[in-house]
């Protein structure tokens, strides 16, 4: 935990955040952190909303100030299945803060609900740790199911052939934006098309980006999905976040 500076105290400039945990994986680091919370904003000043931020090598990578592109990305999935398809399966690729997996926990609709996450660190924060408060009633109910493994793998592995009837893919900024080189290969020809044979016939891929990606869009045309389309999220500064989202044929 950062101190608190001579200075700070003084003027009741904010603290900086505050890493809760940091550990070291396979795939690198992966730090929990926290921002507001009791006198944070200085003596006397009320107590400041608690955000978690999750970094992962150095790259801010999501927190819980918001949600709301989070939550659209398992909204706009459900809409676009056919109206009389009876608890349909997803797959959440990202467990990140929660806010996926609790939207679609909380939409009877849904069927079982996978959530695959390949950071140990990411799936205690939720279990044991302060991510409770987003995602401990999602984590209770009987449809959801977390498999701690490799998303891109997982797709690819022969020996699990699972289908669903939604893939909802946040594990990077996006398609431009990778958090690994690994993950690349998750929006290249080869990765679509491992989506693509993961869904069901007529199910819906719906991916996360921090912006819009013209290039994607094209990528999903080629790789044989329809209705190809981008729903958008405004923020308060920049680009908007965005779900690109994609059917594969009946």
Sequence with gaps: MAPVTPTQARTGAPEAPRTLD?????????VLRQRGGPG???PGTPAAPVIYEIIANGCFLMDTSDGRSERLLIDAAL????????????????LGVGFSLARAARQPRWGRIVVVEREEAVIDWHRTGPLSTVSADALADPRTEIRHTDLVAHLRTEAVRDTYDALC??????????VTED??????????AACRDRLAPGGVLAVWSAQPSPAFEEALRNAGFSGVHTEEIPVVRGVPDVVHLARKGA
């Design 40 to 42: 944070t904003d200085g």
């Design 183 to 192: 993950n690349d290969s998750l929006y290249s020809p080869d990765g679509l």
């Design 22 to 30: 940091r550990r070291e994986g396979p795939y690198g680091e992966v």
């Design 79 to 94: 809409d676009a299945l056919p109206a009389g398809r009876a608890h349909p399966s997803v797959l959440i690729g990202g």
């Design 169 to 178: 893919l946040d594990i990077d900024n996006g398609p431009d934006w990778t």
